[in-house]
Nanobody, 122 residues
Framework: VQLQASGGGLVQAGGSLRLSCAASGRTFSRYVMVWFRQATGKDREFVAGITRTAIATQYADSVKGRFTISRDNAKNTVYLQMNSLKPEDTAVYYC????????????????WGQGTQVTVSS
């Protein structure tokens, strides 16, 4: 499956952005979808994940209550709604996919999007 992330940009602290990740190539609903992010000079970190039919979601503690992950299997797209953004949310955001996972953070995701830059100014 090919993943294309979009929606990043520059926003002031307290603002909102919605990221999208469009999938093509295989049946999107087969995949658990996640968002990771990587800030300059830091390790990549898990942000949010959603199961194949959206029954369950998972969030990093740092974004819980501010970010919402969702998916539309009819549109082959997963979203990340980011509200109350903080400067520490500045990073490149990546979507990723895998059919079966063991843990949200530790699974080896098979497919990755190219990343979209989010910059939050103070």
């Amino acid at each position: 499956v090919q993943l294309q992330a979009s929606g990043g940009g520059l926003v002031q602290a307290g603002g909102s952005l919605r990221l999208s990740c469009a999938a093509s190539g295989r049946t999107f609903s087969r995949y658990v979808m996640v968002w990771f992010r990587q800030a300059t000079g830091k390790d990549r970190e898990f942000v949010a994940g959603i199961t194949r039919t959206a029954i369950a979601t998972q969030y990093a503690d740092s974004v819980k209550g501010r970010f919402t992950i969702s998916r539309d299997n009819a549109k082959n797209t997963v979203y990340l709604q980011m509200n109350s953004l903080k400067p520490e949310d500045t990073a490149v955001y990546y979507c990723a996919a895998r059919e079966v996972i063991t843990t949200w953070e530790g699974s080896e995701y098979d497919y990755w999007g190219q990343g979209t830059q989010v910059t939050v100014s103070s």
